[in-house]
Protein backbone atom coordinates (compact mmCIF):
# COMPACT_ATOMS: atom_id res chain seq x y z
CA UNK A 1 0.00 0.00 0.00
CA UNK A 2 2.68 2.72 0.31
CA UNK A 3 4.53 1.58 -2.73
CA UNK A 4 1.41 1.96 -4.28
CA UNK A 5 0.97 5.38 -2.83
CA UNK A 6 4.34 6.87 -3.57
CA UNK A 7 3.57 5.53 -7.12
CA UNK A 8 0.19 6.55 -7.61
CA UNK A 9 1.06 10.48 -5.69
CA UNK A 10 4.67 10.92 -7.82
CA UNK A 11 5.92 11.97 -4.11
CA UNK A 12 9.40 10.90 -2.54
CA UNK A 13 7.82 10.91 0.78
CA UNK A 14 5.17 11.62 2.87
CA UNK A 15 5.28 13.99 5.14
CA UNK A 16 2.50 12.68 7.51
CA UNK A 17 1.68 9.09 7.08
CA UNK A 18 -0.61 7.21 9.54
CA UNK A 19 -2.34 3.47 9.86
CA UNK A 20 -5.25 3.55 9.33
CA UNK A 21 -8.49 3.05 12.11
CA UNK A 22 -7.03 1.06 15.10
CA UNK A 23 -8.97 0.15 17.43
CA UNK A 24 -11.65 -2.70 18.69
CA UNK A 25 -10.93 -5.85 16.90
CA UNK A 26 -8.59 -4.21 14.26
CA UNK A 27 -5.66 -3.24 16.32
CA UNK A 28 -4.21 -6.67 16.55
CA UNK A 29 -3.65 -6.96 12.99
CA UNK A 30 -0.85 -4.17 13.11
CA UNK A 31 0.60 -6.45 15.49
CA UNK A 32 0.21 -9.72 14.04
CA UNK A 33 1.65 -7.80 10.70
CA UNK A 34 4.24 -6.23 12.93
CA UNK A 35 3.42 -2.96 11.20
CA UNK A 36 4.93 -1.00 13.49
CA UNK A 37 8.34 -2.25 12.69
CA UNK A 38 7.84 -2.28 8.96
CA UNK A 39 6.85 1.43 9.02
CA UNK A 40 9.54 2.59 11.58
CA UNK A 41 12.28 1.31 9.22
CA UNK A 42 10.64 3.58 5.95
CA UNK A 43 11.02 6.37 8.42
CA UNK A 44 14.83 5.28 8.83
CA UNK A 45 14.85 5.58 4.94
CA UNK A 46 13.54 9.19 5.06
CA UNK A 47 10.13 8.21 3.30
CA UNK A 48 7.84 8.81 6.26
CA UNK A 49 8.64 12.44 8.14
CA UNK A 50 6.37 11.93 10.52
CA UNK A 51 4.32 8.49 11.83
CA UNK A 52 1.39 8.40 13.53
CA UNK A 53 -2.29 6.83 13.53
CA UNK A 54 -6.22 7.16 13.26
CA UNK A 55 -8.37 5.45 15.64
CA UNK A 56 -11.90 4.98 16.36
CA UNK A 57 -12.26 3.64 19.64
CA UNK A 58 -11.93 4.67 23.76
CA UNK A 59 -9.60 6.27 25.54
CA UNK A 60 -8.44 3.39 27.84
CA UNK A 61 -7.74 2.13 23.91
CA UNK A 62 -6.04 4.90 22.76
CA UNK A 63 -3.93 5.18 26.22
CA UNK A 64 -3.23 1.57 25.51
CA UNK A 65 -1.94 2.05 22.30
CA UNK A 66 0.03 5.16 22.74
CA UNK A 67 1.67 3.29 25.98
CA UNK A 68 2.87 0.73 23.92
CA UNK A 69 4.03 2.85 21.13
CA UNK A 70 5.34 6.10 22.22
CA UNK A 71 7.27 6.41 18.67
CA UNK A 72 3.70 7.35 17.00
CA UNK A 73 4.19 11.31 16.61
CA UNK A 74 0.59 12.40 16.44
CA UNK A 75 -2.90 10.74 16.27
CA UNK A 76 -6.14 11.55 14.14
CA UNK A 77 -9.05 11.52 16.24
CA UNK A 78 -13.40 11.77 15.92
CA UNK A 79 -13.38 15.62 17.89
CA UNK A 80 -16.92 17.47 17.36
CA UNK A 81 -18.76 19.58 20.27
CA UNK A 82 -22.18 17.10 20.22
CA UNK A 83 -19.31 13.48 20.38
CA UNK A 84 -17.57 15.57 23.39
CA UNK A 85 -19.09 13.60 26.06
CA UNK A 86 -20.56 10.71 24.40
CA UNK A 87 -19.84 7.97 25.99
CA UNK A 88 -19.63 5.76 22.93
CA UNK A 89 -17.12 7.86 21.78
CA UNK A 90 -15.72 9.60 24.24
CA UNK A 91 -14.07 12.52 21.86
CA UNK A 92 -13.31 15.01 25.05
CA UNK A 93 -11.55 12.29 26.97
CA UNK A 94 -9.47 10.60 23.70
CA UNK A 95 -8.66 14.18 23.29
CA UNK A 96 -7.12 14.36 27.00
CA UNK A 97 -5.40 11.55 26.43
CA UNK A 98 -3.59 12.04 23.70
CA UNK A 99 -2.57 15.45 25.51
CA UNK A 100 -1.07 13.74 27.98
CA UNK A 101 1.28 11.77 26.06
CA UNK A 102 1.71 14.93 24.33
CA UNK A 103 1.09 13.94 21.00
CA UNK A 104 -0.60 16.41 18.07
CA UNK A 105 -3.81 15.81 16.57
CA UNK A 106 -5.63 15.76 13.47
CA UNK A 107 -9.25 16.15 13.90
CA UNK A 108 -12.06 14.26 11.66
CA UNK A 109 -15.50 13.90 11.86
CA UNK A 110 -15.56 17.96 13.14
CA UNK A 111 -19.31 18.37 11.61
CA UNK A 112 -20.23 14.61 12.27
CA UNK A 113 -20.56 13.78 8.93
CA UNK A 114 -22.30 16.51 8.12
CA UNK A 115 -24.94 16.00 10.98
CA UNK A 116 -23.57 19.64 12.63
CA UNK A 117 -24.20 21.33 9.19
CA UNK A 118 -27.94 20.99 9.39
CA UNK A 119 -28.75 21.06 13.23
CA UNK A 120 -31.91 20.57 14.40
CA UNK A 121 -34.69 23.88 14.55
CA UNK A 122 -33.79 24.46 18.35
CA UNK A 123 -29.45 24.15 17.88
CA UNK A 124 -29.85 26.18 15.13
CA UNK A 125 -32.32 28.92 16.90
CA UNK A 126 -29.33 29.04 19.63
CA UNK A 127 -26.69 29.54 16.98
CA UNK A 128 -28.47 32.54 15.01
CA UNK A 129 -29.88 34.11 18.12
CA UNK A 130 -25.68 34.50 18.87
CA UNK A 131 -24.37 35.16 15.62
CA UNK A 132 -26.82 35.77 12.66
CA UNK A 133 -24.25 35.08 9.73
CA UNK A 134 -22.07 32.53 11.10
CA UNK A 135 -23.60 29.09 9.43
CA UNK A 136 -23.92 25.96 12.10
CA UNK A 137 -20.56 24.55 10.23
CA UNK A 138 -18.69 27.33 11.49
CA UNK A 139 -19.49 26.66 14.91
CA UNK A 140 -18.93 23.01 14.52
CA UNK A 141 -15.71 23.44 12.24
CA UNK A 142 -14.10 26.55 14.97
CA UNK A 143 -15.18 24.28 18.01
CA UNK A 144 -12.63 21.96 16.68
CA UNK A 145 -9.91 23.74 15.65
CA UNK A 146 -10.09 26.42 18.72
CA UNK A 147 -8.47 23.23 21.01
CA UNK A 148 -4.96 23.61 22.06
CA UNK A 149 -2.37 20.74 20.04
CA UNK A 150 -4.54 20.50 16.62
CA UNK A 151 -2.64 19.99 13.56
CA UNK A 152 -5.28 20.57 11.57
CA UNK A 153 -9.00 19.78 11.27
CA UNK A 154 -10.23 17.63 8.15
CA UNK A 155 -13.43 19.31 7.28
CA UNK A 156 -15.57 17.27 4.22
CA UNK A 157 -16.75 19.87 1.45
CA UNK A 158 -19.26 18.60 -1.28
CA UNK A 159 -19.93 22.14 -3.47
CA UNK A 160 -18.22 25.47 -3.44
CA UNK A 161 -20.45 27.14 -1.76
CA UNK A 162 -19.37 25.10 1.39
CA UNK A 163 -15.86 25.54 0.83
CA UNK A 164 -16.14 29.27 0.47
CA UNK A 165 -17.92 29.50 3.85
CA UNK A 166 -14.89 27.42 5.59
CA UNK A 167 -12.32 29.47 3.84
CA UNK A 168 -14.30 32.97 5.19
CA UNK A 169 -13.80 31.84 9.02
CA UNK A 170 -10.47 29.75 8.51
CA UNK A 171 -8.14 32.26 6.87
CA UNK A 172 -7.79 35.03 9.19
CA UNK A 173 -8.84 32.19 11.93
CA UNK A 174 -9.91 33.54 15.01
CA UNK A 175 -10.36 31.14 18.35
CA UNK A 176 -13.49 30.43 20.33
CA UNK A 177 -14.15 33.00 22.96
CA UNK A 178 -15.53 31.76 26.05
CA UNK A 179 -18.84 32.69 25.29
CA UNK A 180 -19.31 30.82 21.90
CA UNK A 181 -17.45 28.13 24.23
CA UNK A 182 -20.83 28.40 25.75
CA UNK A 183 -23.10 28.20 23.35
CA UNK A 184 -21.88 25.19 21.63
CA UNK A 185 -22.11 23.43 25.28
CA UNK A 186 -25.78 24.50 25.41
CA UNK A 187 -26.20 23.11 21.99
CA UNK A 188 -24.63 20.06 23.01
CA UNK A 189 -26.88 19.92 25.82
CA UNK A 190 -30.00 20.15 23.88
CA UNK A 191 -28.70 16.98 21.32
CA UNK A 192 -27.91 15.44 25.07
CA UNK A 193 -31.10 15.81 26.54
CA UNK A 194 -32.98 14.06 23.82
CA UNK A 195 -34.51 10.90 24.75
CA UNK A 196 -32.41 8.00 23.80
CA UNK A 197 -31.52 4.02 24.90
CA UNK A 198 -29.10 4.45 28.09
CA UNK A 199 -26.52 1.99 26.53
CA UNK A 200 -23.40 2.67 27.53
CA UNK A 201 -21.88 -0.12 25.29
CA UNK A 202 -20.45 -1.97 28.22
CA UNK A 203 -21.49 -5.23 26.04
CA UNK A 204 -22.36 -7.24 28.87
CA UNK A 205 -25.76 -8.30 27.22
CA UNK A 206 -23.40 -9.27 23.78
CA UNK A 207 -21.24 -12.19 25.80
CA UNK A 208 -23.79 -14.62 25.99
CA UNK A 209 -26.69 -13.72 23.70
CA UNK A 210 -27.59 -17.08 21.20
CA UNK A 211 -27.76 -15.09 18.06
CA UNK A 212 -25.02 -12.83 18.23
CA UNK A 213 -26.83 -9.89 18.02
CA UNK A 214 -25.28 -6.10 18.06
CA UNK A 215 -27.19 -5.01 20.67
CA UNK A 216 -24.88 -2.01 21.62
CA UNK A 217 -24.05 -1.32 18.10
CA UNK A 218 -28.17 -1.35 17.62
CA UNK A 219 -28.38 1.21 20.20
CA UNK A 220 -25.74 3.17 18.74
CA UNK A 221 -27.58 3.65 15.63
CA UNK A 222 -30.90 3.99 16.69
CA UNK A 223 -29.39 6.59 19.16
CA UNK A 224 -28.16 8.69 16.22
CA UNK A 225 -31.40 8.39 14.71
CA UNK A 226 -33.49 9.43 18.20
CA UNK A 227 -30.66 12.79 18.36
CA UNK A 228 -29.92 13.78 14.49
CA UNK A 229 -33.05 12.69 13.19
CA UNK A 230 -31.00 11.47 9.99
CA UNK A 231 -32.54 8.02 9.16
CA UNK A 232 -29.33 7.35 6.41
CA UNK A 233 -26.67 8.35 8.37
CA UNK A 234 -28.22 5.80 11.23
CA UNK A 235 -28.48 2.93 9.01
CA UNK A 236 -25.20 3.26 8.10
CA UNK A 237 -24.39 3.23 10.79
CA UNK A 238 -26.63 0.55 11.72
CA UNK A 239 -25.16 -1.40 8.44
CA UNK A 240 -21.38 -0.96 9.73
CA UNK A 241 -22.48 -2.14 13.12
CA UNK A 242 -24.07 -5.55 12.24
CA UNK A 243 -22.93 -6.20 8.88
CA UNK A 244 -19.78 -4.73 9.22
CA UNK A 245 -18.28 -6.22 12.18
CA UNK A 246 -20.27 -10.12 11.42
CA UNK A 247 -23.01 -9.51 13.74
CA UNK A 248 -26.50 -10.53 13.60
CA UNK A 249 -29.32 -7.47 13.30
CA UNK A 250 -31.94 -6.58 16.14
CA UNK A 251 -34.38 -8.40 14.22
CA UNK A 252 -32.82 -11.82 15.04
CA UNK A 253 -33.37 -11.47 18.42
CA UNK A 254 -34.84 -14.82 19.93
CA UNK A 255 -36.85 -13.29 22.93
CA UNK A 256 -34.78 -15.05 25.12
CA UNK A 257 -33.73 -12.73 27.94
CA UNK A 258 -30.20 -13.36 28.55
CA UNK A 259 -29.16 -9.54 27.89
CA UNK A 260 -31.55 -8.19 30.29
CA UNK A 261 -30.67 -10.40 32.99
CA UNK A 262 -27.01 -8.73 33.16
CA UNK A 263 -27.49 -5.48 31.71
CA UNK A 264 -26.43 -3.13 34.46
CA UNK A 265 -28.64 -0.10 33.25
CA UNK A 266 -31.52 -1.95 33.31
CA UNK A 267 -33.12 -1.56 29.76
CA UNK A 268 -36.03 -3.46 28.44
CA UNK A 269 -33.47 -5.06 25.62
CA UNK A 270 -36.14 -7.25 23.58
CA UNK A 271 -38.59 -4.37 23.48
CA UNK A 272 -35.88 -1.85 22.60
CA UNK A 273 -34.52 -4.16 19.68
CA UNK A 274 -37.99 -4.59 18.24
CA UNK A 275 -38.43 -0.68 18.10
CA UNK A 276 -35.02 -0.47 16.10
CA UNK A 277 -35.39 -3.05 13.89
CA UNK A 278 -38.83 -1.24 12.64
CA UNK A 279 -37.02 1.88 11.98
CA UNK A 280 -33.45 0.78 10.91
CA UNK A 281 -34.67 -2.28 9.19
CA UNK A 282 -38.00 -1.09 7.30
Known sequence: MLETSLQRTGAGYFDFYLLHNLGES????????DIWSFLAKKKEEGIIKHLGFSMHDKAEELDRILTAHPEMEFVQLQINYADWEDPAI??????????????????????????LADPSDQVLQLFQQEDPKASPSSWAIRFAASLDGVITVLSGMSNLEQMEDNLSYMKDFQPMTEREREITEKARKIF???PTVPCTSCAYCMKDCPASIAIYGTFQAINLYKTFENLEMAKGKYSWNTDGQGKAKASACIQCG?????????????????????????
Open 26 to 33: RTHYFDDY
Open 258 to 282: RCEKVCPQHIHIREELKKAATVLEG
Open 192 to 194: EAV
Open 90 to 115: ESRKCYEVARKHGKPIIIMEPVKGGI
